[in-house]
């Protein structure tokens, strides 16, 4: 099966920078995994995950999509193809609801009753009544509801390949476990591989079928969540565990 993503001896390291933010990077990621990255501020999740739609391109390396370099594919297709969630929703404030989330389909040319059915449909996914959402605007909008419509408008498209930045930042504890809930079963209705970021343990080992952890640009580990618990492979993973309050035997102390 060709991967979903590769990442080949990849390293990136930003002007006037002490250190590489990734540091020869080699990563193969396969279709339908949903890979939880976890790691400590400044690691390098998000730079990872930019270097995957061109963001950022490395300075040496590598990466791969469906096995195209993404280097010889134009940004703007490349993106076209690729869903992505950032913590700050990057909803457009002026367009209603329903016009955020047909961005990418009105662009990719769909025909408006197919446009208007499949915005219903993602707002029913995410339990948001198109009756009361379409027409309101992102301010009307609570900050749950407002990742709610971040995520499907990465959604509206079908992409592949989806790309979630710390996606359930700043939100209460219920609210997010029942957003987690919702991105579980739309990963495993829709067979597509999803890259989540996120700094809680839990939630990566809640949501991940792979936990990738990251810290100083490099690959610490890339494992099943038991694997992670149960034989952490560095003194980092060991220290995220244990300052979440995971203890050895995976049972949270
Ligand atoms: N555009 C940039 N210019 C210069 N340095 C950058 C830039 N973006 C990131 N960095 C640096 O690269 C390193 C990795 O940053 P990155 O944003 O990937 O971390 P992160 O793991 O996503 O952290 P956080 O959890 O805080 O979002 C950091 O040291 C950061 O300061
Ligand atoms: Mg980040």
Not at 77 to 94: A, K, W
Not at 163 to 173: N, S
């Amino acid at each position: 099966m060709t991967p979903a993503v590769e990442f080949k001896d990849v390293t990136k390291r930003f002007a006037g920078a002490a250190s590489p933010a990734l540091d020869h990077v080699n990563l193969t990621i396969q279709p339908g995994e949903l890979v939880c990255v976890l790691g400590t501020s400044g690691g390098g999740k998000t730079t990872l995950i930019k270097l995957i739609n061109r963001l950022h391109d490395p300075d040496s390396g590598t990466v791969l999509v469906n096995g195209r370099d993404v280097s010889t594919i134009d940004p703007v297709t490349l993106r076209r193809g690729i869903g992505y969630v950032i913590q700050q929703t990057g909803l457009f404030p002026h367009m209603s609801v329903a016009k955020n989330i047909a961005c990418v389909p009105t662009i990719l040319g769909w025909d408006r009753d197919r446009i208007d059915a499949r915005v219903d449909e993602l707002l029913n996914l995410v339990h948001l009544d198109p009756a009361v959402f379409r027409d309101r605007y992102p301010a009307q909008l609570s900050g749950g509801q407002q990742q709610r419509v971040g995520l499907v408008r990465a959604l509206a498209a079908s992409p592949d390949l989806m790309l979630l930045d710390e996606p359930f930042g700043a939100i209460d504890a219920i609210t997010r476990a029942s957003l987690q809930d919702e991105l579980l079963r739309i990963h495993r209705d829709s067979g597509k591989t999803f890259i989540f970021v996120t700094h809680d343990v839990t939630e990566a080992l809640k949501l991940g079928t792979k936990v990738l952890a990251i810290d100083e640009g490099r690959i610490q580990q890339y494992a099943e969540p038991d694997e992670l618990l149960a034989h952490p492979a560095t003194p980092f993973v060991r220290e995220l565990l244990a300052c979440q309050g995971y203890t050895r035997d995976g049972r949270r102390g």
